[in-house]
């Protein structure tokens, strides 16, 4: 069973950044085929969950068209673990980020198909 624990949430300013952290644990890859896709998600109270972020490999990645340019995905392979730098954020990224994991083949894209592993969400708050 995949255990992943957010942290770096936070509250900040308009213009202002932060840095999400996602560890994950219970996972060990014993099939050279198989790898841990991860991703962000968020929620705002009253909205549907939207994909942030998707880590699709080594210098590959899937980002929402409202964060493009201003957060960038980074997974370390060797800690299972995910980042978030999210930069110039502005109160509309206000929303609980979640942390989510699947173990996929190599074969299947990491960018879409439901995710089965959630964290407990971090709570960022930007301020106008």
């Known amino acids: 069973q995949v255990e992943l624990v957010e942290s770096g949430g936070g509250s900040v300013e308009s213009g202002g950044s932060l840095r999400l952290s996602c560890t994950a644990s219970?996972?060990?890859?014993?099939?050279?085929?198989?790898?841990?896709?991860m991703a962000w998600f968020r929620r705002t109270p009253g909205k549907e969950r939207e994909e942030v972020a998707f880590?699709?490999?080594?210098?590959?990645?899937r980002y929402a068209d409202s964060v493009k340019g201003r957060f960038t995905i980074a997974k370390d392979n060797a800690q299972n673990a995910l980042y978030l730098q999210m930069n110039s954020l502005k109160p509309e990224d206000t929303a609980m980020y979640y942390c989510?994991?699947?173990?996929?083949?190599?074969?299947?894209?990491?960018?879409?198909?439901?995710?089965?592993?959630w964290g407990q969400g971090t709570q960022v708050t930007v301020s106008s």
């Open positions: 989510a994991a699947d173990v996929r083949t190599r074969f299947v894209s990491c960018y879409n198909g439901p995710y089965n592993h």
């Open positions: 880590y699709g490999g080594t210098g590959a990645a």
């Open positions: 219970g996972y060990t890859s014993t099939n050279y085929d198989a790898r841990l896709c």
